[in-house]
């Protein structure tokens, strides 16, 4: 079996922890590395994401990777942007997909070509970006890739924070800020393990947090079905809450698990 793990760079725990769930599941173990310019919007971070080929390169070795896939730009678009993509369906309209318009169509066309090229094989993704995942699960059942995805725990800094690439871009007191949002996560976990059912004050448990941060400003907080992405209005099976903030310059996003026993 063929292990893949694709990735936009700039490696870290997260990364790794893929990579190494690839490299102990497959027999080879194979990690792309490309910044696809479909899924940045024209205000975002295309020319400024950040990128270390060389490091990336050093890490997927030192974790025992096969292979590494860098295609440029014009390899993946030899005609320009191309006029076929993938369209996400309803899901990729809410929560990211609202502030992002465009992205999840861009990232699902990306991927989809990716597995063109990968075939048969087991793919890891991380659940950090879980409305991706869900969107990747979906295509692979909707368009019949023989691809079987696995979802990964996210990665996190010893304070909570999710790691995430777009890190770098935070002042060190907009990196204290960030914790923020794990924070409020962390509280409405703690508010269901507690035995509160009502979403509306999960919800708002996450707000105050984010709202009580100066530098930390909401963009969405939410709670779904953990399968069918669904709002929901009381707790009665596995949920997720999600929440999304724009700390400094970058907008960070992270997601806990809600288990009402
Ligand atoms: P990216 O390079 O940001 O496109 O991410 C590549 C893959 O790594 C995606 O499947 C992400 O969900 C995953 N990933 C990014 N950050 C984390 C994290 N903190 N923990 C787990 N997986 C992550």
Do not use: W
């Not at 599941?25 to 971070?45: R, T």
């Not at 490091?55 to 030899?78: Q, S, T």
């Not at 509306?200 to 939410?222: F, G, K, N, S």
């Amino acid at each position: 079996m063929v292990g893949f793990v694709p990735t936009m760079g700039f490696f870290h725990e997260g990364h790794r922890s893929l990579l190494r769930a690839a490299r102990a599941e497959c027999d080879v173990a194979a990690v792309s590395i490309f910044v696809n310019p479909l899924q940045f919007g024209p205000g975002e971070d295309l020319a400024s994401y950040p990128r270390d080929v060389d490091r990336d390169l050093a890490i997927a070795d030192a974790e025992g990777i096969d292979l590494a896939f860098m295609p440029h730009v014009e390899e993946m678009y030899p005609g320009g942007t191309p006029e076929v993509t993938v369209d996400p369906g309803p899901l990729a309209q809410r929560l990211e997909g609202a502030s992002r318009p465009g992205h999840f169509r861009g990232v699902l066309t990306v991927v989809a070509k990716l597995f063109q090229v990968v075939g048969r094989s087991r793919a890891y993704f991380g659940e950090k970006d879980f409305q991706q995942l869900v969107l990747v699960r979906r295509m692979v059942n909707d368009l019949s890739f023989p691809v079987e995805i696995v979802g990964c725990p996210v990665s996190r800094e010893p304070d909570g924070l999710a790691m995430s690439s777009r890190n770098v871009y935070l002042s060190p007191e907009e990196r204290q800020a960030a914790v923020c949002l794990y924070e409020g996560l962390r509280a409405a976990a703690k508010r269901v393990h507690d035995g509160d059912r009502g979403v509306e004050q999960v919800v708002a448990e996450i707000a105050d947090r984010i709202d009580a941060e100066p530098l930390a400003e909401l963009d969405y907080a939410a709670v779904v079905d953990e399968a069918t992405f669904e709002d929901v209005d009381r707790l009665e099976g596995p949920a997720r809450a999600l929440v999304s903030a724009t700390v400094g310059k970058p907008r960070l996003i992270d997601n806990v698990r809600l288990d009402p026993a």
